[in-house]
Each structure stands twice: as structure tokens, then as C-alpha cells.
């Protein structure tokens, strides 16, 4: 029985990237996690909780997920007709990458679970918990992914097929314009009043009800949820 991947990161795709790490570091008071040794290529990276966010200069999205047996998970998606990338071959960390050709959304890289070297952040007002994909076809795609990430499939409130990946939860909407990739991020957070004000304060239009509020920065919907 395979256990299900687990969500570790994303890369998101920018056009500026020091321009978006400022609007996290105005809205969620974030600070840019230290790359490690000989990890010049990293972009700017936010920690929320021990998930993490990472802006690059790029055109597409890449996601991080982690599994128990990185040779496990490669036969396995051999036996589903995809030859994944080796990272190591090209003097990479072991990794699979699964290109967004293969998903049917987005860029995977596949990592064997080991001790985080990102720490929790203890300052973080925030915490990832899900995010949104725009597909071209969010049923086939959902189903595509729990194939072959071993996920958990379930609808949300909205009816929306999503997975669950341990804790963090991915839903698959509508790409109607054809563009694909990440277009929302969810967080919850018990600094809900102080998130609110810091992107109002920043002149984004925030949308409140309840205990929930949206906004809109970099083309992605930022959704915060009261964790009081």
C-alpha cells in the first residue's frame, strides 16, 4: 500500500521576483528563508509554518512533494508510461521530475522525505494549507493525480475536485482562458484582523465575510481563514 505523497513546496512562476517577495514581506511581515550551501539558484523563499513558498523569474509553477521510496515512485510511474527526469543524473539532489506535459497541470519535483532543512518559521502569522491549480480538464486531472501520487480524492464545499495530500489540501478548477498553473493560495492564520489591515494598508481590495477574507496580488487570490 502506497502512502500518499506529501506537500512540501512550491515554486511559483514570476515575472518580477523581487517585486512579489516584497508584496509577501508587506502582507505576511515574512522573512526570506537563508538558502543552503551551493543553493545558488533559489529564488526568494517564505516559510509559513514548515511549508514554504518560493518566487522565481520564471513562466510556470513547479510543486515539491515528498515520498518514502524515491525508487518505489519511480517504478511506479514507469508502470503508468512516465519516464520522470533523474535530477541526479544531471549532478542533482535525488529528485523525479514530472513536467507539467505528464501531470496535465504543472512542473513535480518528487524528493525522498528526510530531515527538513528549512525550519519552522516562530515568526510566521500565517500558515499554507492549500492551493489552487487551473487545469484544462479539473476532473481527469484530479484523477490523473491521485493515480499518480497516491492522493486522496474528496470534493470541497464547492464541489470542486481536490486532493488531499497529508494536511494540505489541492483543488483543480477551470482554466477557461487556457492558461494553467497556480492561481490561489490558502492560509490560515490566527493574525486574521492584522493580515486584513496589512493588505488593505497596501492598497489591495479585500474582500471579508466571516471569518474569511480573499485578495488579489502577483494574478493569484491570497484566501485567509481565521484559525481562532
Do not use: Y
Not at 33 to 39: C, F, I, L, Q, V
Not at 89 to 116: F, H, I, S, W, Y
Not at 123 to 131: E, H, K, Q, T, V
Not at 189 to 196: I, K, N, Q, R, Y
Amino acid at each position: 500500500m502506497f502512502a500518499p505523497a506529501r506537500f512540501r513546496g512550491l515554486k511559483v512562476g514570476v515575472a518580477d521576483d523581487q517585486a512579489a517577495a516584497s508584496v509577501f514581506e508587506r502582507i505576511f511581515g515574512a522573512q526570506v528563508a537563508p538558502a543552503s550551501s551551493g543553493d545558488s539558484r533559489r529564488g526568494s523563499r517564505f516559510l509559513f509554518d514548515d511549508l514554504w513558498v518560493e518566487l522565481r523569474a520564471a513562466s510556470s509553477d513547479t510543486l515539491d512533494l515528498r515520498c518514502d521510496d524515491l525508487d518505489t515512485q519511480r517504478t511506479h510511474l514507469q508502470q503508468l508510461g512516465i519516464e520522470a527526469l533523474d535530477g541526479s543524473a544531471l549532478g542533482c539532489k535525488p529528485c523525479l521530475r514530472v513536467d507539467a506535459m505528464d501531470t496535465g497541470a504543472c512542473t513535480v519535483d518528487l524528493r525522498e522525505n528526510a530531515p527538513q532543512q528549512d525550519r519552522a518559521s516562530a515568526d510566521c502569522m500565517a500558515r499554507l494549507c492549500g492551493l489552487e491549480l487551473a487545469v484544462r480538464a479539473p476532473e481527469r486531472v484530479a484523477l490523473h493525480w491521485t493515480q499518480l501520487f497516491h492522493a486522496r480524492p474528496f470534493r470541497d464545499e464547492d464541489g470542486v475536485p481536490s486532493l488531499r495530500l497529508g494536511d494540505f489540501r489541492l483543488r483543480f478548477n477551470s482554466a477557461p482562458d487556457g492558461v494553467t498553473g497556480v492561481t490561489a493560495l490558502d492560509f490560515a492564520t490566527s493574525a486574521f484582523e492584522a493580515l486584513v489591515r496589512n493588505a488593505s494598508s497596501q492598497g489591495f481590495s479585500v474582500g471579508i465575510e466571516a471569518h474569511h477574507a480573499a485578495f488579489s496580488a502577483l494574478g493569484i487570490a491570497f484566501r485567509l481563514r481565521s484559525d481562532r
